[in-house]
Nanobody
Framework: QVQLVESGGGLVQAGDSLRLSCAASGRTFSSLAMGWFRQTPGKEREFVAAISRSGGTTGYVDSVKGRFTISRDNAKNSVYLQMNSLKPEDTAVYYC?????????????????WGQGTQVTVSS
């Protein structure tokens, strides 16, 4: 079993930056590929970014490319999402997810473990 705890959400203005963190426990962190998803009321959970076990490969949804960066620190059992140039449409609950797959995946169904989510609100 893997436990994931997100932090770092908040209320910011358009153009600002936020850094989300996700701390993992319960399994060797380097054996997990990690992802970030987001969800707004009435919509399906959307893939945002993901990173492979080693951190050598990353992927992003088109709408955040060039603005968001996913990274991980296997020594600290943590994954991060640096979000720059935030837009009101980035407002959502952001979820950290983990999968035992070697390479990253953008498919919701491939992830076995989920955090409780952290709210990000971007005002215009």
């Amino acid at each position: 079993q893997v436990q994931l705890v997100e932090s770092g959400g908040g209320l910011v203005q358009a153009g600002d930056s936020l850094r989300l963190s996700c701390a993992a426990s319960g399994r060797t962190f380097s054996s997990l590929a990690m992802g970030w998803f987001r969800q707004t009321p009435g919509k399906e959970r959307e893939f945002v970014a993901a990173i492979s076990r080693s951190g050598g490969t990353t992927g992003y949804v088109d709408s955040v490319k060039g603005r968001f960066t996913i990274s991980r620190d296997n020594a600290k059992n943590s994954v991060y999402l640096q979000m720059n140039s935030l837009k009101p449409e980035d407002t959502a609950v952001y979820y950290c997810a983990a999968t035992p797959r070697r390479y990253y995946t953008d498919s919701y169904g491939d992830y076995d473990y989920w955090g409780q989510g952290t709210q990000v609100t971007v005002s215009s």
